[in-house]
């Protein structure tokens, strides 16, 4: 499994920034079913040079198909679309709180199938000012990213790319996005490489259309292009 599409909370008149979701990708032919592999959400903080791993939840039934996706959302994100296959409470502390939702600016999120924090981690993603052990590589929209993006509140989202030669505008589901079709299963270990910064967040759930791993480069050495 891996994090294929994350937004941080989306600023609205009735609940504040706490519409934000996860989105998980199955690169594999086979379905996984929780229920046999059990996963663990985390999402981890700093203040000064210590890093917080607080758990979000624990996902122990649904499938994902082949080539599949997973959408985990904030039930204050009730307007979502395809449904989120689970959902937590953003607006709870430690998590989250007052304003603000779970998945803030200079953030990080991760997956694992252990109890213990930062032990058997699958798959993370940090964001912003992120610490090291908070991302793969150095943060996405970090200092020195190419992108020279920023993380706010504003519906756009952080997305894995297909392949190497990826970009925002080849991802989108339609017509126009060239590799919108072929899934989000590019690794190179590098969050800055690995994403994508997507004007307008576009979720995907169980219910979505599969797609298979491909396009330009696919197949080539995981590095950054």
């Not at 996706?69 to 979502?80: E, G, H, K, P, V």
């Not at 607006?91 to 998945?103: D, H, I, K, R, T």
Request: with cysteine.
């Amino acid at each position: 499994m891996l994090i294929s599409e994350v937004m941080i909370g989306l600023t609205n008149t009735d609940t504040g920034p706490q519409k934000e979701f996860v989105e998980l990708y199955n690169p594999t032919p086979a379905e996984v079913n929780f229920a046999n592999m059990g996963i663990k959400l985390w999402v981890t903080s700093y203040s000064g040079t210590t890093t917080t791993h607080t758990k979000v939840m624990n996902i122990t039934t649904g499938t994902v198909p082949p080539n599949g996706y997973f959408l985990i959302a904030s039930t204050q994100y009730d307007t979502i679309s395809p449904a989120a296959n689970k959902t937590y409470d953003a607006s709870s502390a430690p998590l989250g709180g007052g304003v603000e939702g779970v998945l803030q600016a200079n953030r990080g999120v991760y997956i694992s199938t252990s109890d213990t924090q930062n032990i058997a981690i699958i798959n993370k993603l940090g964001w912003g000012t992120a610490l090291g052990e908070m991302s793969e590589g150095p943060a996405k929209c970090s200092a020195g990213d190419p992108a020279a993006c920023t993380v706010a509140n504003d519906g756009k989202s952080l997305e894995r790319k297909a392949n190497p030669q990826a970009t925002a505008a080849t991802m989108i589901l339609t017509a126009a996005g060239t590799d919108g079709k072929y899934g989000n299963s590019y690794m190179s270990g590098n969050n800055q490489y690995d994403f994508n910064q997507r004007a307008t967040a576009q979720p995907q759930s169980s219910s979505s259309v599969t797609e298979s791993p491909g396009g330009a480069g696919f197949g080539d050495a995981n590095t950054p292009p």
